[in-house]
């Protein structure tokens, strides 16, 4: 498997540093515990030591305020809570390869994209498949791992060098290949998709330059690159979630209809639409501490657009 992510030594700040081996020092702990005690932990730890400390909570209940202002603030709280729980969850997760992939067995596979999905595969076909940062997005990724499918990806690079290094690296080994935004991997990703390859890409990450499109009732700059990709590859648009169960520990993955190629932003639009519907259903399992909105900026052009 090709590797398209940087393996040179990192080189960052003694801040950097530090934090990477902090964070390593707890990943070490963690994996040392059983495979259900660790995950619970990690829940634990995100939402009542970590998120409280690195602001997470007050972002996720920034977020809440924004696109709900009316629901009642001990629903905020819990929803709250549980996002940053999940976030702990997938944190672990992912960095426990072997058990997720011994694990995906359990995952139940359903949805209108499966038999497309097959199909595509014994044609040689490309497929991309697209989620957002939900449940835990690597679930679906790992079921099918463990049916002998290989799936790479496109990631955003981790601003901490050191982290990012083996951040690339445990995505790798899940299912490479693996490529890192930007210019040089989108070119890798596009010709691995060419060759009949599979691959997953996450949208729902603020970005600047990308085209304003109402998710959950508010713009959103949102890349239409997925639908892009798929576009000049020929690869089936499949929409994928990773939907956490009541236990805590085990998924649903969800596989959606393959999108059909039309314009890229009515299909970035149908993406986001069918992951509106998951968080409808289940809004403490998607990332609400991400920066998807920044509202005080909207909120200032608002008052300015306004104003006499």
């Known amino acids: 498997m090709s590797k398209q992510y940087s393996t040179d030594t990192p080189t960052g700040t003694w801040g950097d540093w530090a934090e990477d081996r902090a964070l390593r020092g707890i990943i070490r702990t963690a994996l040392a515990l059983p495979y259900e005690r660790r995950v619970a932990l990690m829940g634990w730890l995100v939402r ?6 690195v602001g997470y909570r007050k972002r996720a209940l920034e977020h809440l305020n924004y696109i709900w202002p009316d629901m009642p603030d001990e629903r905020k709280a819990e929803i709250a809570d549980g996002v ?3 976030f702990g969850r997938v944190f672990i997760e992912n960095y426990s390869v072997k058990d997720l992939l011994a ?10 994209g499966l038999a497309a999905i097959k199909t595509a595969r014994q044609e040689g076909r490309p497929v991309l498949f697209v989620t957002g940062h939900f449940g835990n997005f690597e679930a679906p990724r790992a079921a099918l791992v463990r049916q002998g499918y290989q799936i ?12 990012n290094q083996h951040y690339a690296q445990n995505m790798h080994d899940l299912s490479g290949p693996v490529f890192e935004q930007g210019r040089r991997g989108t070119m890798g990703l596009v010709k691995h998709l060419k060759q009949g390859g599979m691959a997953v890409l996450l949208f729902d990450i603020y970005d600047s330059g990308g085209v304003p ?10 890349l239409t690159s997925a ?3 798929a576009r000049k590859t020929g690869a089936l648009l499949v929409p994928f979630f990773g939907v956490r169960s009541a236990d805590g520990l085990s998924f649903t993955a969800e596989f959606d209809a393959p999108l059909e190629h039309d314009d890229p932003i009515e299909q970035t639009r149908a993406m986001t639409r069918a992951l509106e519907e998951r968080i409808t259903r289940h809004p403490e399992q998607w990332f609400w501490i991400h920066k998807r909105w920044k509202p005080k900026r909207q909120r200032r ?5 306004t104003a006499p």
């Open 48 to 53: 009542k030591v970590i998120a409280p400390r």
């Open 301 to 305: 052009r608002a008052a300015a657009t």
């Open 152 to 163: 790479g990806g496109l990631y955003r690079p981790i601003a901490n060098p050191y982290f």
């Open 103 to 112: 694990r995906a067995d359990r995952t139940i596979l359903t949805g209108a």
């Open 213 to 222: 499109i109402d998710f959950i009732g508010k713009p959103a700059p949102t």
């Open 227 to 229: 639908a892009e990709i």
């Open 84 to 86: 940053c729980d999940n």
